[in-house]
């Protein structure tokens, strides 16, 4: 015997609706704006109750059972929600986007059209320097005198670079080889469809602070200026319980508690036998591990149990 | 130097509109409803051009393009769709159902809830045959006072096994454990969320003659009573282009090509040569290739170009 | 200028060659074995130094290499190996193993074939109790009188259900249809393959004390007789670093961080502004999110700073 | 009561252990080889036989069993094989590969390592002429004389190009931000793992005669020269029924009939009404399904029934 189902309205969101269609600006020439969305906070709770029965309806619960659901990693109610985005974004930040399998693509062709003629210019001022700690990372800016030697020469290679592809163009040159020196910055447009659940991953991975800079200022746009407005307990579920999370290693709990039980004795065994004491001339070897735990205990303001 | 975009307005289906959250009925006691969707045939328009530049952009064109992307399996576009249903469906058909792992889902738990108190019953009249010559099908139905038998039986176990679960759950046992016995035939819920172009593949397996009956009758509401509705120009483009469409292969086309060039020698050398004609006490073997390109000619009134 | 490649020999791992195709019992009559497998933990460290280039090739850093690819989220190494199991478990279970939906998979047809005549049986000291706290779990068992009662009700149902099954295929009902009302317990066969990054994901959920009893057993002997063997360095890091990590969420910190700089006022403060410490008649109104601290204060020892 | 099952040895394919690690030259620097493999012909059949049960085991069967499966589109056994590539290929042709999303891919890093001084330079001979009739494709080329002055100017730009990025490296520039001017036809390296049905919708896509040149050539590779050893039998079937097939829809099937039934008139009622016959100052307005369907009867020898 079923019940009566009533008739549906689609689930709007207010705040979401005010901004759709409006570019936000990224980089030089880039933007990102909302096309289309489908669902809300109140969608993922109710698949949630679907799963969950129908014991748990108060309205006021909404937000525990969002915050229940992220903390427990149940990731499928958010898969519940979409949203389809047009971006404008240089080649190499597409590179890394791209690699987001879990979600539908349409990039503009260049095999069909024109290459956009647009590419990604640096200022004088940011150009980073290459990290010392981080091989993939980047920290600091070069002298914007040289900074500002670096951006004319790209100006000037980007128009170089440009005559060479329209000149191929005019003299026949299939486009789909005449752009095959376009310049990794070069400007590209897609329509990119994805679900919260991955658009969350995506964001927790490409918001980080060891994220590339450019791709970096698409996803801080998309968390904070949309995300934020279209499933707002989400959002702040995502931010205490994913984002801005600290996890420590059994190893690592039982250190600690041996350090807060005043027994430095047993953390420093612990620790040994882990391999993070080794010694040469005198000096701790560089241990990652033992180096990501010392930056934990930072947070928590305390001691590390060992000389450095 | 980007265009200037105007605000959206999320993109509507009136014809959708009008049924959404309605309960199509399904089987004895199931049912399926759209709860929300996102795009339309335009929606497909649109991610298509972004890949095809602007040269072709007359509305009047909308058509040729969903039916040129359609029939050269250019697929992407239609991943821009995407809709959302709720479905009440029994568990045997749910196994067949959940096979398609492009889909986001969140079913009942009856590890957390009570069972769904109904299960699927055939009438006196529904009992299908075995079919002879499809190992997995079925084909014509048993004589009806057998069927009345067998429904009979069929709901007195029911009757029997449901109190069985409800002894079970009243003694104590937990949920998860209790509901171990419970037939196929117990009806689950879920939310069902899929792109239309995985929602198409589903229907071309699931709407075909070969699928079973019960998956059947909700892929057919699907297809002609929703799909049709939600995006006609894709909808037609589907049945013309994939539906019903007959494919030869290389060495059917040449042999057809041979049969209707008045080569019948030719034709014949080319099934010998594939190993149709071979006989067996003077009659030609079992070759479901051979018997596959011999419903085709049927299609076409052809004579089959050798004895059968 | 491209480097010379020598031939290669197909990676192996002796300790998993010996257990190829032997099965692992699982509850009364299920099984699993590896089939076929693809790639080692030097797998993982080779396509991992696609990526970071050349610069750390020392042996005995692989280690080290897997331990941060694991520690910090890098999964898409974990993808380049690859595995398949035959397994045999029941229908209720394997219910829940499709979910993951990043998998191959050829199931045992019932409507091909006549269902295995085997269901899951459950002796009667392994009732479980529902449990109170956790809605979708168990705790403890029934009496095992009870249970002896329930186990022999089982049997015979399981005895007259099949019977009604073979009655209507001898009667020549379609096996498709035939198989309605088997109970959730038959057992089914299944061809599963799946990349190790996938398969550490279900054994994170699976393995788990929350998993269901029966598909944690199947997880169980793959994350430890078979995984174990396979890719041992992965699998130490696995469980250092996914399983058993203890994870605190921003606030978690701030609150532990005054606690241990003697603030305790501070740290009350904080729970009392994240709605923690609300009372009703006097006691701590129930909080998933304070109970779940709790519980991590008890691990390192340390006392709740507020009356309970 | 569940069957005694043999230890298994690995699955092996002679013929492809023989060119393991051997890698195929591809362009000018390019190369591609199979680094690992799991299955083979026998493994899709054997996956196919635990849906089907056990009645068709003759080891004759199994080119039969694999045909059946690639002409109905039953692709689930063909997921159990998997093969694992390690490529060179210019970001421009990488940028198609890598929209193939079901596939486990490991790129090399320009953020952690120099970028790979090599890039696809084009021969003069080899300039191809933008087509006419395909908006996304080419046809013939260039004279050899404007040829040889554009791989001259080819040359020259990537050396500056090349010049430029050193220099950025050089002055200390982060390497993910050197790399931002790289031209497209920059080499790339890659681990790239995929099952088999995906790997042969790969190829359908890109051996195509509409694939773009340089990914062709990687296409074919992997067809005509690993994927014929490595799975013979599917290699067969693929090329009957996936590569070289003609499909004709529902009303394409209606007009030949009615064509070979000296029914001119019904024939041509239905193009009329198909929308095919419209005329524009007295010639046929283009209609590229009218096209399409010209260029079938052309394979069956057949005249257009209409006026061109």
Known sequence: MQEEFEKLERVRVEALDEILGKPFKVLNDGFIRVVDYMGSDQSIVQ????????????????????????????TTPFEMCEIK???????????QWIRHRTANVNEYSTRYSIAIDS???????????????????????????????LSKQEKEMHRIVREIYQKRVELGVAREQARKD?????????YWKID??????FLRLR???????????????????????????TWEAFNDFQLNTTGFSALEMEILKNMLSDNPVAALALAENAGW????????????????????????????????
Do not use: C
């Open 277 to 308: 004491l080794r010694k040469k001339d005198g000096k701790l070897v560089k241990s990652l591990e033992r180096i990501e735990f010392e930056q934990k205990l930072q947070k928590l303001n305390l001691q590390v149990p060992w000389e450095e």
């Open 119 to 149: 590419a990604y210019e640096t200022e004088p001022s940011m150009w980073r320097k290459q990290s010392k700690d981080n091989k993939q990372g980047s920290e600091g800016f070069l002298d914007e005198r040289i900074g500002a030697e």
């Open 85 to 95: 985005f047009h971006i404008r974004v240089p080649m190499d930040a597409w590179r």
């Open 182 to 190: 376009l310049p990794l910055s070069t400007y590209t447009e897609a």
């Open 207 to 233: 918001m980080d602070s060891h994220a590339q800079y450019e791709i970096r200022q698409y996803a801080q746009i998309i968390g904070n200026e949309i995300v934020s407005k279209w499933v707002p307990l």
């Open 47 to 74: 698949a949630a109750r679907v799963s969950y029965g129908k014991g748990t309806k108060q309205v006021r619960q909404d937000r525990g059972l969002i915050r229940y659901l992220m903390r427990h990693k149940h």
């Open 196 to 201: 919260l659940h991955n658009l969350l991953h």
